[in-house]
């Protein structure tokens, strides 16, 4: 069975069609954008209060208790993701990654009860924490 020019270019059309259904179906039925028009927190809303307690420019110390993999790599890595969002949030100010012995040390704990083993791992201690989330810490003079 041959095809015409015409016949290939109707299927086509067919199949461009279902394909379209298809996709607007999984996309509003299976999967609605049920949070399309929900007000979505500011990216920088963690590190706000954190703001007013740090120079407006220079360079501080960061550390968190997930170790950032160094080393570029494919995977998704959600410990440079807490570290680029710090540093996005904080700007001009420049975050030192794994500075423990800056004057002053922005601690982010991914997990919350991690914060005093982090500060005592790296012999900081706490200057502020304006709010949940990150804290402000210096080291400690031993």
Request: proline fraction near 11%; aromatic fraction near 8%.
């Amino acid at each position: 069975m041959k095809l015409s020019l015409d016949g290939m270019m109707k299927a086509a059309a067919v199949l461009a069609v279902v394909g379209l259904c298809r996709s607007a179906y999984i996309h509003f039925v299976v999967e609605p954008p049920a949070d399309l028009f929900r007000e979505a927190p500011a990216l920088d809303s963690g590190f706000q209060p954190l703001r007013k307690l740090l120079p407006a420019a220079g360079e501080v110390g960061y550390v968190t208790d997930l170790p950032l993999l160094l080393h570029p790599g494919r995977e998704w890595q959600v410990p440079k993701h807490r570290f680029l969002l710090a540093q996005y949030a904080l700007a001009p100010l420049i975050l030192r990654y794994g500075d423990d012995r800056a004057p002053q040390v922005v601690v982010d704990a991914f997990e919350a009860e991690h914060v005093d083993e982090l500060l005592q791992r790296h012999a900081l201690e706490p200057i502020a924490r304006p709010a949940p989330g990150p804290l402000l810490a210096r080291p400690s003079a031993r």
